[in-house]
T-cell receptor, first 113, second 111 residues
């Protein structure tokens, strides 16, 4: 059972480039979300999805797009990378009830130069 | 949203119990109390959660104050592998499972 899989693990981008961070889960979870973690700080929510075809913005959505065409996948797109987007990105998935746990991927470390 | 307050850091000796406190004085009646931890260079990992009663699982125990304004995560016998940042998070009932992370408590375990 793979859980939540993120690819790539590391990425270096030049300012202005675009890219997609991949996230896949094999637990048939309804909810998926993306967080970013800057050095020495807690995670901040970027976007989340409550099911296929449904997405919404979190605390820090600017500069990022998401879509959810399948239950399993929730890609995060950086439209035009900026140095301020240098961070570690985590994807998470869970069932819908609030009394259940969330599962996190191992993260993608992104550097924008 | 209700917020949590945790000490920035704590130290413990290996094989001794650790009590990690969390204050949440503005908690509402339907907020669940979740704990996650993050080991170095890894994603957060679920530890335990509760609503009103104390909870035990294979990783830890969660003691919830009677007025629910504070809680304590208890690691019964700390190991070096327990060195991590521990986050206390309130999850409103009916929310879209969004987790609001604070800065957490950095636990150092001394050999």
């Amino acid at each position: 059972n793979a859980g939540v899989t993120q690819t790539p693990k590391f990425q270096v981008l030049k300012t202005g480039q675009s890219m997609t961070l991949q996230c896949a889960q094999d637990m048939n979870h309804e909810y998926m979300s993306w967080y970013r973690q800057d050095p020495g700080m807690g995670l901040r929510l970027i976007h989340y999805s409550v099911g296929a075809g449904i997405t919404d913005q979190g605390e820090v959505p600017n500069g990022y797009n998401v879509s959810r065409s399948t239950t399993e996948d929730f890609p995060l797109r950086l439209l035009s990378a900026a140095p301020s987007q240098t961070s570690v990105y985590f994807c998470a998935s869970s069932w819908g009830q609030t009394n259940t746990e969330a599962f996190f991927g191992q993260g993608t470390r992104l550097t924008v130069v | 949203d209700a917020k949590t307050t945790q000490p920035n850091s704590m130290e413990s000796n290996e094989e001794e119990p650790v009590h990690l406190p969390c204050n949440h004085s503005t908690i509402s009646g339907t907020d669940y109390i979740h704990w996650y931890r993050q080991l170095p260079s890894q994603g957060p990992e679920y530890v335990i959660h509760g609503l009103t009663s104390n909870v035990n699982n294979r990783m830890a125990s969660l003691a919830i104050a009677e007025d629910r304004k504070s809680s304590t995560l208890i690691l019964h016998r700390a190991t070096l592998r327990d060195a991590a940042v521990y986050y206390c998070i309130l999850v409103p009932s009916g929310s879209a499972r969004q987790l609001t992370f604070g800065s957490g408590t950095q636990l150092t375990v001394l050999p």
